[in-house]
């Protein structure tokens, strides 16, 4: 009767929307919002300043779409994120001379981090969620 319990409770896990790690892409979302609006406002005004903040723009609306479908447990997506993490965490190797900051290089890794963790968590849970959904033929 214990084993059963055990099963039911696996599946019922397996098939819960994985809001673990959608929370941790939102946080990183919000700590990236953080982080633009601070770099941006130690920027020169020029073309780079346009560059970065539709950049961070659309890595903004990239993440959001990620973390939606990694609620739904896509591999693909979580590759994407974990490509975006270490993005983020490489992107401290050129950042312009003013927004060269401690917050910020807190900020990257933190963001960086959050990335990575939350892409290999959720393509953990996609490849078990795989494999129990082949092996149980559901």
């Given at each position: 009767m214990f084993k059963k319990r055990d099963?039911?409770?696996?599946?019922i896990t397996i098939f819960r929307p994985n809001m673990?790690?959608?929370?941790?892409?939102?946080?990183?979302?919000?700590?990236?919002?953080?982080?633009?609006?601070?770099?941006?406002?130690?920027?020169?005004?020029?073309?780079?300043?346009?560059?970065?903040?539709?950049?961070?723009?659309?890595?903004?609306?990239?993440?959001f779409l990620a973390a939606e479908q990694?609620?739904?447990y896509h591999k693909?997506?979580?590759?994407?994120?974990?490509v975006i993490g270490i993005f983020q965490l490489l992107h401290l190797t050129f950042l312009p001379a003013k927004t060269n900051t401690v917050l910020n290089i807190i900020l990257y890794i933190?963001?960086?981090?959050?990335?990575?963790?939350?892409?290999?968590s959720s393509l953990l849970k996609s490849i078990f969620r795989s494999k129990f959904i082949k092996k149980e033929g559901v």
């Open positions: 099963y039911i409770d696996q599946e673990i790690d959608f929370f941790w892409l939102m946080v990183f979302i919000i700590l990236n919002t953080i982080l633009t609006i601070y770099s941006t406002s130690l920027m020169e005004y020029t073309i780079r300043i346009f560059i970065f903040d539709i950049f961070n723009i659309v890595l903004t609306l990239i993440m990694i609620k739904k693909e997506w979580s590759y994407g994120v974990i933190i963001t960086g981090l959050l990335a990575l963790y939350a892409g290999v």
